[in-house]
């Protein structure tokens, strides 16, 4: 059974274009994350959301957009796609303890190409 | 300034032997947690060790340990008896407790275990 599962695990499309990649936890998280990583393989936190707050990294152009229809998915929207959005994007989800320390698990990743 | 700093972008190892990666973090929240990831080949973020900053002890986990050196801020993995399975990119991350959650990473070691 696959804790957190990404679709699609490859996504080709051009400049211009708007795409999503959806998310899945079935662990009972109650905080998912989006990351990115570049080509270089440095990763680097895009969102944090749970069902209270939204934070997103200052550094996301607003094209980027997380939405959560429910505690267990958040999806990830782009709207008018660059060549310099090419990366791998991984969901991670995890649980807010109270000292918010838990270990995040981590999707497959979606490797996005834009041409 | 860099919140965690992997000073070791790949290493070399010979099958059987230990070998330490490196992993300092930079952070004035006195609640933060450190953890080490492995990304194989494949692509995949796998969680291996965690580290509270309030633990009299430091971590293991099977082969995995964690050098915890927190007045030198140092938080070193340490993998005993290498593995040909064992070559990947290892990351470390921090999460404070005052970030929302949100891992940050370093830049990656990428380890070669040579049998």
């Known amino acids: 059974d696959t804790a957190v599962s990404q679709t699609p695990k490859y996504l080709v499309t051009q400049m211009g274009n708007d795409k999503s990649i959806k998310c899945e936890q079935n662990?009972?998280?109650?905080?998912m994350y989006w990351y990115k990583q570049d080509s270089k393989k440095f990763l680097k936190i895009m969102f944090s959301?749970?069902?209270?707050?939204?934070?997103i990294n200052e550094t996301v152009p607003n094209r980027f957009s997380p939405k959560s229809p429910d505690k267990a998915h958040l999806n990830l929207h782009i709207n008018s796609l660059e060549l310099g959005d090419s990366a791998v994007y991984f969901c991670?989800?995890?649980?807010?303890?109270?000292?918010?320390?838990?270990?995040?698990?981590f999707g497959p990743g979606t490797r996005l190409t834009v041409t | 300034a860099q919140k965690i700093t992997q000073t070791q972008p790949g290493m070399f190892v010979q099958e059987k032997e230990a070998v330490t990666l490196d992993c300092t973090y930079d952070?004035?929240?006195?609640?933060?947690?450190l953890f080490w990831y492995k990304q194989p080949s494949s692509g995949e973020m796998i969680f291996l060790i965690y580290?509270?900053?309030?633990?009299?002890q430091n971590a293991t986990e099977g082969r995995y340990s964690l050098n915890f050196q927190k007045a030198r801020k140092s938080a070193n993995l340490v993998i005993s008896a290498s593995q040909l399975g064992d070559s990947a990119m290892y990351f470390c991350?921090?999460?404070?407790?005052?970030?929302?959650?949100?891992?940050?990473f370093g830049g990656g070691t990428r380890l070669m275990v040579k049998p």
């Open positions: 991670a989800s995890s649980l807010s303890s109270g000292t918010g320390l838990g270990e995040q698990y």
């Open positions: 662990l009972g998280h109650d905080t």
């Open positions: 959301y749970n069902n209270k707050e939204l934070i």
């Open positions: 952070t004035s929240d006195p609640s933060y947690g």
């Open positions: 580290q509270g900053s309030y633990d009299q």
């Open positions: 991350a921090m999460r404070e407790a005052n970030a929302g959650n949100m891992l940050t």
